[in-house]
């Protein structure tokens, strides 16, 4: 009897093993690059309509992939954005390293080369990164792992802490990690960057593709700017002159439908910014220049690629954890459930896809999922997210009726939103609710959620809502 049942356990699991290889070797894909932005504002990339900032490279993979237009955070913060979508676990505290993996992970136990380089999980930003230290860390994720230190604010040059207008090359008193004015730090650098975390990640990361180029390997990439302090290069700064920049439209009594709650920590008057206009545009010089800064990092990567003849083997994830508020509303930073701060970045490029844009509403816990299908891997059922590879065959076709999110620490999430394909709803702790057209006011000024005329509206929401949570509770 025992022997029956020994060789029934060795016929299935050779089954199981020839039905992977198999599905290994259907799919053309043996290498997969994941880059990861740090509070990356999608609308500051040109690919997605800015016509000021310059990212070349980040634009030419969105040229070659698929652009989504749609895809929004989980988490309105870092530490609850990383592992929820590297996971594919709506929030953090519901996973279990005892039984759930990460996608590099998964890929690792089935015999691919597992690395990270830079901030993936959570690192804090300045702190890890000036002490070089690992952060919240998931290790058997990796093969191997690498940080990337730098000196952040400290880094010679011209500081600039902005809301409190001070501007000196002296090292001496500037806001580093825990300080409160760190956020609204830039830094016009002396030198090439080669000093910086970034430019350091992406040099680790060639050294890793040059090691690995004849194996099946995932490599994590995790760049941290723009996320303060904004530090690059002096000719990174050049393009973007503080005095051209246009700030984001406000309006006189912009704030009067929107909740208590709907008011994040950080605004103009909070911060003090606006006791100096010029410097609200300085942080968007600041800001552009990282980003650039970034790009330059991303195409040294896409060029290795190409020239290791790896680019027909190698499927590129682009993405960041979530947006970033520059003035719009006279908002500042993160932590909120406004647009601004839950719609990401996210391109996808993969031998056999073809180019495209598509407007379907996706979502970072969908990552980990597109991954493994694009890739002929068995999706683990704890996944929360759904495979983008439908549409990246057809850009029209859609996986979902809504994109959700939240805020607040991960055992007392107390703020949602659900975004449609019309709509933005966003619903607080009392029952408090906000509701934006986003077809005819996408830049959300108007909440009708009070409105007689959309409750109807309402309702629907609250109700898809309810049935949301009750799936991931």
Request: aromatic share 10%; proline share 6%; with cysteine.
């Amino acid at each position: 009897m025992i022997r029956t049942l020994l060789l029934s356990i060795g016929v299935s699991l050779t089954l199981l093993f020839q039905f992977t290889s198999a599905a290994y070797a259907e799919s053309k894909i043996k290498n997969v690059v994941y880059i990861i932005s740090d509070d990356l504002k999608t609308s500051t990339l040109a690919c997605y309509g800015d016509a000021v900032c310059k990212t070349p490279n980040i634009d030419r993979l969105a040229k070659e992939g698929v652009r989504f237009t749609r895809a929004y955070a989980q988490g309105t913060a870092c530490a609850p954005s990383r592992p929820s979508l590297m996971f594919s676990r709506y929030t953090r505290d519901r996973i279990d390293t005892g039984v759930h993996q990460s996608f590099p992970e998964l890929m690792k136990n089935n015999g691919w080369y597992s690395a990270r380089v830079g901030k993936i999980f959570h690192m804090r930003v300045p702190g890890d990164i000036v002490a070089g230290t690992d952060g919240i860390d998931y290790p058997k994720s990796w093969n191997d792992r690498y940080n990337a230190q730098g000196m952040e604010e400290s880094t010679p040059g011209l500081y600039e802490c902005l809301n409190q207008n001070i501007f000196q090359t002296s090292m001496e008193n500037r806001a580093g990690a825990r300080t409160a004015d760190r956020m609204f730090v830039n830094v016009r650098m002396d030198g090439d960057g080669s000093d910086q975390p970034d430019h350091k990640a992406s040099a680790k990361a060639i050294e890793i593709l040059r090691e690995k180029k004849d194996e099946p390997f995932v490599l994590a990439v995790g760049f941290v700017r723009p996320h303060y302090p904004m530090v690059a290069p002096e000719k990174f700064f050049e393009p973007y002159p503080w005095e051209k920049i246009q700030m984001p439209e406000t309006r006189p009594g912009d704030w009067d439908d929107i909740p208590r709650q709907g008011i994040p920590k950080s605004t103009s008057k909070s911060n003090g910014l606006d006791r100096y206009p010029d410097n609200q545009k300085r942080m968007w010089s600041g800001y552009y220049a990282s980003v650039s800064f970034m790009d330059e990092q991303v195409g040294k990567i896409l060029d290795e690629l190409d020239r290791l003849g790896l680019r027909e083997s190698t499927a590129i994830v682009f993405t960041s954890d979530h947006g970033y508020h520059l003035g719009d509303h006279d908002f500042w930073q993160k932590a909120n459930l406004h647009e601004e701060v839950l719609n990401v970045p996210l391109i996808i490029s993969a031998p056999g896809m073809k180019p495209g844009v598509s407007d379907s509403l996706v979502e970072l816990v969908d990552i980990y999922p597109t991954v493994t299908d694009l890739v002929g891997m068995e999706t683990p059922e704890s996944c929360e997210g759904k495979s983008l590879v439908p549409i990246m065959k057809d850009p029209n076709a859609t996986v979902r009726d809504y994109a959700f999110s939240y805020h607040g620490r991960s055992n007392i999430r107390t703020q949602y939103a659900l975004r449609s394909d019309r709509w933005a709803y966003i619903q607080y702790a009392d029952g408090v609710e906000e509701l934006y057209d986003m077809t005819a006011d996408p830049k959300q000024f108007t909440n009708r959620a009070k409105h007689d005329d959309y409750q109807t509206t309402i309702q629907e929401f609250r109700n898809a809502l309810n049935t949301k949570l009750e799936t991931i509770k």
